[in-house]
């Protein structure tokens, strides 16, 4: 069974319909990665599978109970966590209070010292998030998501604006959270060197619909993923 499963998920605003009859499968431990050009519709793939959003029409079901009707909190509490694509901390905490929130005030400093090793952070946590450089920003932010001890974990582009240096050791971060961790991963990237290097399956969307899913192999060579990233350019308006 299952660990996520989304029969025929719509999201329309108005007359667009961002998100388009998407029927996703994700067995527990994998690393699912989600692509496409500009204006696909991933970032709202991710707010239906997050709960930030509610469907259109469509069904979502977690661990075998259907959670179409929960919102975002709900789902943390049910195991769903995620990050955005724009770093969102709390600049007047240090790094151990934003991760102490994140797991709901509880005191646990062996949690808390924990996660901060895991993301490379361990030396840095009376510091402020200002302080930090921003690919330990993104890594912070991760811990943050980690917290609650998630199932699954959902990544919006988490190596944007990184360097190179930064988007190895991400990778390296991503790989040992799900190896380590036990965590599943849907991480929505335009990086491909690392969806490739990480993903098991590849699900591409294209004006909010399926176009491909299947092993990296069968993505990189498949000409109608080849068509929509070429066709529709990297830098549309709309995502």
């Not at 975002?72 to 102490?100: C, H, K, M, W, Y």
């Amino acid at each position: 069974m299952a660990l996520l499963e989304a029969v025929g998920l719509t999201r329309a605003f108005g007359s667009l319909t961002a998100v388009d009859r998407v029927d996703l499968a994700l067995p527990a431990g994998e690393i699912r990665a989600v692509i496409g050009p500009n204006g696909a519709g991933k970032t709202v793939l991710l707010h239906l599978l997050s709960g930030l959003l509610p469907p259109t029409a469509g069904r979502i079901g977690f661990d075998g109970a259907d959670v179409t009707g929960l919102g975002i909190v709900d789902r943390v509490r049910r195991g769903i966590t995620r990050s955005f694509q724009i770093t969102s901390l709390f600049p007047n905490l240090t790094v151990a209070e934003n991760v102490r929130l994140a797991a709901g005030g509880r005191r646990d400093p062996a949690r808390v010292r924990e996660l901060l090793e895991l993301v490379g952070l361990g030396a840095a946590a009376a510091l402020h998030p200002p302080q930090l450089a921003h690919g330990d920003q993104r890594h912070l932010e991760i811990a943050l998501a980690l917290a609650p001890r998630p199932r699954l974990l959902l990544l919006d582009e988490p190596t944007a604006g990184m360097s190179f240096g930064e988007t190895e050791r991400t990778t390296a971060l991503i790989r040992r959270i799900n190896r380590e961790q036990g965590v599943t991963i849907v991480i929505v990237e335009h990086d491909m060197p690392l969806i490739l290097a990480l993903a098991q399956r590849i699900t591409v969307l294209d004006r909010g619909r399926v176009l491909a899913e299947g092993v990296p192999q069968e993505i990189a060579a498949d000409a109608r993923v080849r068509a929509a990233y070429l066709g529709r350019g990297r830098h549309a308006a709309r995502r």
